[in-house]
């Protein structure tokens, strides 16, 4: 009997137990960590300044430039160039040497500088009878060309008077750094012609003379230079 009750009293028990607890709710996912803000991109680079332009520092007058038009400049020079060629092509000389011009006095030639100078006259000729067209075949395309003949003459400050006898081009560079290029002999308009089409031989174009002409025709009624005064 013993055995018996004993075997009853602990199938109830196991009869009346109750399902097991659920464990409690998961705990909620912790917040992600913080995503690191994607670095700046790199500021872009500025491109390098243009080369500085190296203007002569060799001369100290002041000036005044008249045109054909008659509008002048009256300025402080601080640099002269010549022209290594006649027109600038093997570019820009500043040697003492090369920074002066002929002129003849009648009694003979001599060079002069521009602070023997003090005043200086260029008149052009006529169109037509002065003027003079050609072109280069050293370039490719062909270079093209017409010039005027003048009449240029120099006053020294020691009274001497000449003619001036040297074709190069001349630029005058003021201290505000404006610059102003002229002929002192001979006035020249120039300019290269197009390509031709299909990349054949080049063969001389009579429309450039024609188109040249006209320039020259504008610039010797306006932006030619005909006189320079120095203080």
């Known amino acids: 009997m ?11 028990t196991l009869a009346f137990a109750g399902p097991k607890a659920k464990p ?7 917040d ?18 243009p080369p500085v332009d190296i203007k002569a520092h060799n001369l100290a007058l002041s000036v005044t430039v008249t045109r ?13 160039e010549r022209s290594s060629d006649f027109h600038g092509d093997a570019g820009w000389t500043t040697d003492a040497k090369d920074l002066k011009f002929n002129v003849d ?8 500088s521009w602070t023997d100078v003090k005043s200086v006259s260029v008149v052009p000729g006529k169109m037509g009878d002065d003027v003079d067209c050609t072109y280069s075949s050293d ?17 020294l400050k020691d009274g001497t008077k000449g ?7 001349w630029r005058f560079t003021f201290d505000d750094g404006e610059q102003v290029e002229f002929y002192l002999l001979k006035y020249t308009v120039r300019e290269q012609d197009e390509p031709t089409a299909g990349g054949e031989d080049a063969v001389e174009n009579m429309g450039m003379y024609t188109k040249l002409q006209q320039a020259l025709r504008a610039d010797i009624k306006g932006s030619m230079v005909t006189s320079i005064t120095i203080q």
């Open 68 to 80: 054909m038009d008659k509008t002048t400049i009256t300025k402080h020079v601080q640099g002269v």
């Open 24 to 30: 409690g709710a998961a705990p909620p996912p912790a």
């Open 2 to 12: 013993r055995t018996i009750l004993l075997t009853l009293l602990v199938v109830p």
């Open 139 to 155: 370039f490719n395309p062909f270079m093209y060309e017409c010039s005027i003949r003048t009449t240029s003459t120099v006053v």
């Open 32 to 49: 992600p960590p913080p995503v690191a803000a994607p670095a700046p991109a790199p500021a872009p680079e500025e491109p390098p300044p």
């Open 105 to 112: 006095t009648g009694k003979g030639e001599k060079a002069v």
């Open 163 to 169: 003619t001036i006898d040297t074709r190069n081009k």
